[in-house]
């Protein structure tokens, strides 16, 4: 039998009551005091989308695997590593490549979903850490937790922040016309790695 994944106290909660989102007021709460601490104009405030089946959520935290900034080319330069480690039969410990390559060997894609584009590099380490705090880093291939720079927050709110971000990137995923998403493929031709990138 496969062993419960346990995420935070925070997350499970959302897990065991199915109308957690009926209200959000407590976590847009949190978002807006981190976006006031950071005080950067350029982000726009996001609102709720219809919430989601139960089965929708459990199959979308599932399936993250790593949670990181996405500075620049990073993203693509796991792929790139994944497919050259992938194609040359090598052997790699990084379980972040190794996660890529069994899901091109189960037939499935990377989708690398873009969240925040223009906050500042603090807001963003924050954001990041928050949803790794409320996942926690034993679910995923991050090596460590990241630095959140607010100020004065207990380890609860910053779950609870984390999971009010995973839950608007949920719903942000499956709000096709306003996502920004890649979707990573592979395609195997006499011995070559293409990348089929599907927006």
Same mark, same amino acid.
């Given at each position: 039998?496969?062993?419960?994944t346990?995420?935070?106290s925070?997350l499970e909660?959302?897990? *065991?009551?199915t109308?957690?989102n ?7 709460q949190?978002?807006?005091r981190?976006?006031e ?5 350029e982000?726009? *405030?996001r609102?709720?989308? %219809?919430s ?12 993250i695997f790593?949670v990181?900034q996405?500075k620049k080319t ?5 792929? *790139?590593e994944?497919a ?7 052997y790699?410990t990084?379980?972040k !490549?190794?996660?890529?390559?069994r899901?091109?060997?189960n037939g499935?894609?990377? !989708?690398?979903?873009?969240m925040?584009?223009?906050?500042i590099p603090?807001?963003?380490?924050? *954001?990041?850490?928050a949803m ?11 090596q !460590? ?8 927050w207990? =380890?609860?709110?910053k779950?609870?922040?984390?999971v009010y971000?995973?839950? =608007?990137?949920m719903?942000?995923?499956?709000d096709?016309e ?7 493929? %592979?395609i195997?031709?006499?011995?070559n !790695? ?6």
């Open positions: 039998m496969a062993e419960r346990v995420y935070s925070e909660k959302t897990l *065991r009551n109308s957690w009926s209200d959000l007021t407590s976590y847009k949190l978002e807006e981190l976006i601490e950071f005080s950067n104009s982000v726009e *405030r609102g709720d989308r %219809t989601r089946p139960e089965v929708q959520w459990k199959t979308f935290l599932s399936a790593y990181g996405g990073r993203p693509l330069d796991h792929i *790139r994944a050259k480690i992938w194609q040359n039969n090598y790699t990084n379980e !490549i190794n996660s890529i390559i899901s091109w060997e499935a894609s990377i !989708i690398y979903l873009c925040y584009p223009k906050v603090e807001e963003a380490f924050s *954001r990041e850490a790794i705090s409320a996942l926690t880093v034993n679910n995923l291939t991050n !460590i937790n990241s630095t959140f720079y607010g100020i004065g207990s =380890q609860k709110s779950e609870k922040l984390g971000l995973l839950h =608007q990137a719903n942000l995923f499956f096709q306003k996502c920004q998403f890649l979707e990573i493929k %592979t195997s031709r006499n011995g !790695i293409v990348f089929e990138v599907v927006n």
